[in-house]
């Protein structure tokens, strides 16, 4: 059910509806939209009496929902959720893209201080690096974790990069709420329903990964798992999924991205690295990906790639990066978007008018 409040409803009002369906024991959730708020209701297990609410000052009408996602729908809110981030210009989902770049995993403050250089030098303004990598053998590096989150937390601290950073369970999840901007779900966890719903809870945007073989609607649901919970802030990415297709480590599913933009208000980015896995892939995936109207990408970049921890192949050098750059800050414009100004351009911008005032 969702209750569609008139254009001019007062805040009060908005406020008495949700009441109202707290007390019939249900969940409300409010969603301000540019025209109009409109309030999904969840936790029923049969559909709501309408007839009260109908009545209720404000109320323009009240809809059932025949999809079985509600707060991802654009029917719940027609225009796109804009990500906004405290003390930074950062967002995730408005007419500017946001780049996110750094290695897989985070080896040691050197490595991660080099990367994080480079990436907001060429103009990105998130950093992304596992503390807590998910991988398919045990034997294999499973990231530094808290003393990786502490890493990140200090690059952001040097670069003003926003961090973006995995969890794979409960207790992990608890850190990265904690230290980072950004709390990611890999795609192996997409629909781990009991960590889908701890995302849920916590305070910072969740940057959800589609799983290896996730149809859209299961992807809109994990989101909806998220939402259900009260946290609004979810990014939806694009990372490939396993085909027949041997000449590449995912196949990319570029139309996804208009498909989910069909459907949801919810931003969605994409990942050229995974759902590549092949260095000299990843730039043209970059390009299409932002021409496709992806509203952002991640990207693995290493300094010595060769020496990697994990995911070295699909790692882009920082030269590499850089041009990456270029080229989709063109696409971007063609397409009336633009890529905003770095976090350390931004940095160097504001030391400079410092230093001249
Ligand atoms: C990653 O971002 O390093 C990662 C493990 O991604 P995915 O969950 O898409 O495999
Ligand atoms: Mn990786």
Redesign the pocket.
Known sequence: MLVVMQAQATEEQVRAVCQKIEALGYRAHSMPGAQRTAIGITGNKAEVESGSLEEMPGVQEVIRVTKPYKLVSRDTKPDNTVIKFPNSSASIGGPGLAIIAGP?GIESRDQAFTIAERVARAGAQFFRG?AYK?RTSPYSFQGLGEEGLKIMAEVRDRFGLLIVT?AVDYESLELVDQYADVI?I???NMQNFSLLKRAGRARKPVLL?RGISAMLEEFLMAAEYIMSEGNYNVVLCE?GVRTFADHTRNTLDLSIVPAVQRLSHLPIIV?PS?GTGKRNKVTPLSRAAVAVGADGLIVEVHHDPDRALS?GMQSLYPDQFDALMVQVRQIAAVLGRSIPKGAEAATLATTSTQSTS
Request: proline share 8%.
């Open positions: 897989c596992g998910p995995e990611q890999g795609a192996r990964k990372r990942d995974h995911d």
